[in-house]
């Protein structure tokens, strides 16, 4: 079996995350991400992508399985356009759609056929809460619910090829990005976390660890799953 994944966004945050953890498991790490990382990994290899541009992913992921044959996939890559909806753009919108759902379809079907000549493979969408509702989220909502229609499908249509397609949901995550739009002293900030039912903002490494189960070739049985990485939220209602 060839042991490597492929993680798109696997630069920062919680791609950066994702890509450690596997490479910890011992699997060999591909990402394609705009940026390259601040500190490469030993068994690391990086191809910038831009996925807002059709043709550019085409051709990096075309590389990609031509040289690793990944039979692991995360789609992690994403971008959020905040905006209430009478202010989302329909070019907002697209560039949402392209970047954090077109992204997955591409990168699937790039790495399908080494993963049904394998008779096995794992992919692993990263969603969000936001799929369930969040104010100001409409192109980034619609995209991550749109993963987990995904996974869904392709769990179905893929199972019988040894591949199981799964999807993860976090919540808040004190990323980069996150700790940007919700500084430290905020009242808003305060009142996320204390919504949170467990009291603290996630980690990167929380999401990477459920990634990991949905990766490990022990989890062939588990297919089709949404799993929510969110301190409880999804029990009931918060600000967040």
């Known amino acids: 079996m ?9 630069s920062g945050g919680i791609g950066r995350a994702i890509a450690q953890r596997a ?3 011992g699997w060999r790490v591909v990402n394609l991400d705009l940026r390259a990382p601040a500190t490469p990994l030993p068994t690391e290899d990086f191809f910038a992508c831009d996925f807002a541009d059709l043709a550019q992913a085409r051709d990096v992921l075309a590389r990609v399985a031509a040289r690793h044959a990944p039979t692991r996939l995360v789609n992690n890559v994403g971008v959020v356009k905040p905006a209430a909806l009478e202010e989302t753009s329909v070019e907002d919108l697209a560039t949402v759609m392209d ?9 699937a079907q790039a790495l399908l056929p080494a993963m049904r000549a394998a008779g096995f493979g794992r992919i692993v969408n990263i969603a969000s809460r936001a799929a369930l509702g969040k104010e100001l989220r409409s192109a980034y909502g619609a995209s991550k619910a749109g ?3 995904l996974a869904r499908t392709w769990a179905l249509e893929l199972a019988a ?3 199981t397609v799964n999807a993860i949901g976090p919540g808040p995550i004190a990323t980069e990005l996150f700790q940007r739009a919700n500084p430290d002293n905020s009242p808003r900030t305060r009142a996320i976390i204390e919504g949170v039912p467990v009291k603290r903002l996630g980690t990167p490494e929380d999401v990477a660890n459920a990634v990991d189960f949905f990766l490990d070739a022990r989890s062939g049985f588990v297919t089709g799953q949404v799993l929510y990485v969110c301190g409880g939220l999804t029990v009931g209602l918060a600000p967040v």
């Open 2 to 10: 060839n042991d490597t994944v492929l993680v798109t966004g696997g």
């Open 99 to 107: 970047v954090n759902l077109r992204s997955a379809v591409l990168a």
């Open 23 to 25: 490479a910890a498991a």
């Open 161 to 163: 090829d040894g591949i």
């Open 147 to 149: 993963l987990i229609g």
